[in-house]
């Protein structure tokens, strides 16, 4: 797996009320308390770790699935606003110097520290503290794109799905944890755990997989997807409570919602989801997976990608083409992602935000005739999806 290259900028703060050359307090020692925070997870997720795609994370297989934690080589950006009651609202006066600061992966404390400029950890103030969170810290937004955290959440302005699919990354926005204060971290005589943090999908998640119902000799080549919008405006569009500020619940007082632009990636600059050359597998009742990583480590050239995309209606401007072969004859195939239907008989003519869609390219008797392939699109790991077949 490429794992993408990180571009990192560590706000210079000093926050004077939560900083100290102290050492951090354990239970019964005087001083103050380090500010860290815990390795975060994925909203809904049935309490397993996301799967953050194009980074390099631990994992573990609890028998039924496999269960990833926030990769220590990830950065994220936090905000904070520190109060002396229960919060009351966001508010840039309250922000101090917590604002869009990269927090790191710290051994010494098993979790994510930030530091001020003189490299010195923050530690937590008198009062109580509430924070969100974006990941990765070293968002690329090229042009003038903007991020900022306000009353409203997250707001991102003039974000682009990169243009090569091995830079793609996983944007994720945090929910609010709310009046946090040093006693909430205090775990035992020398040992406390870290903020809570808790993630959510902002893009849309395309991968591929392959079966062959038949004793043909098909050979995958490419997979090209093209004419899809790339741009847009992120807005959390979070609605403070005056009666309960810490309350968050989807589609009642926050909607997280994009503003895409109408700029499509042209077929020559498509995101490519493979190339190289790999074999259908020979069985009706197997499907192998084209995973992120390269299938072929012997061969360099052979990659696939799972695609970070822009949550859209799909036009009929949006379109994959697959270039394979059928016992050595080249077959090139283009299809419209709007106009077919998943087996619940729904059409599946848009990428909804936090959804994955693995588009499944299946060779089968009923089209080998014509050398036909069709997709059997679904999900996994981030909200589910039924299979969407696509003839070819």
Excluded at 69 to 94: M, N
Excluded at 134 to 142: N, R, V
């Amino acid at each position: 797996m490429k794992k993408r290259v990180l571009f990192m900028a560590l706000t210079s703060v000093a926050l004077s009320s939560c900083v100290s050359d102290q050492m951090e307090n354990g239970a019964g020692v005087a001083g103050p308390v380090k500010l860290t925070f815990d390795s975060p997870v994925l909203m809904n997720n049935s309490g397993t770790r996301a799967n953050y795609y194009g980074e390099v994370g631990s994992h573990t297989y609890d028998g039924s699935s496999t269960v990833y934690t926030y990769p220590k080589e990830e950065d994220f950006t936090i905000y904070a606003v520190q109060h002396d009651g229960d919060f009351a609202g966001w508010s840039a006066a309250q922000a101090h110097e917590i604002n869009n600061t990269t927090v790191k992966y710290d051994q010494s404390v098993d979790g994510w520290a930030p530091k001020n400029s003189e490299d010195n950890y923050y530690y937590w103030p008198s009062g109580k503290m509430s924070f969100a969170a974006t990941s990765p810290a070293d968002l690329e937004l090229p042009g003038v794109a903007t991020r900022a955290y306000g009353a409203n959440g997250l707001t991102i302005t003039g974000f682009e799905v990169q243009s090569t699919a091995d830079k793609h990354y996983d944007l994720l926005f945090s929910t609010r944890t709310i009046n946090k204060t040093s006693a909430d971290m205090l775990q035992g005589a020398s040992y406390y755990s870290g903020i809570p943090i808790q993630f959510q999908h902002a893009l849309s998640s395309v991968r591929f997989s392959i079966q062959n119902t038949t004793d043909a000799d098909v050979v995958l080549k490419e997979i090209k997807v093209y004419g899809v919008k790339y741009k847009g405006d992120f807005a959390e569009n979070l609605n403070e409570d005056a009666t309960a500020y810490s309350k968050y619940v989807r589609g009642e007082n926050v909607n997280p919602a994009w503003d895409v632009k109408n700029d499509t990636i042209k077929e020559a600059d498509g995101y490519v989801g493979f190339t190289g050359s790999v074999g259908f597998p020979i069985s009706a009742q197997y499907v192998a997976a084209l995973s992120a990583a390269d299938t072929d480590e012997a061969d360099e050239n052979e990659e696939s990608h799972q695609l970070l995309l822009m949550p859209q209606v799909l036009t009929d401007a949006a379109r994959v083409k697959v270039t394979y072969t059928v016992n050595g004859h080249q077959h090139s195939k283009v299809a419209k992602f709007n106009e077919w239907k998943d087996t619940s008989d729904n059409e599946v003519d848009e990428w909804q935000m936090g959804v994955r869609y693995t588009y499944r390219l299946v060779y089968s008797q009923g089209t080998a005739d014509k050398d036909k392939i069709y997709f059997s699109p679904s999900t996994d790991q981030w909200v589910e999806h039924d299979i969407v077949v696509i003839e070819l």
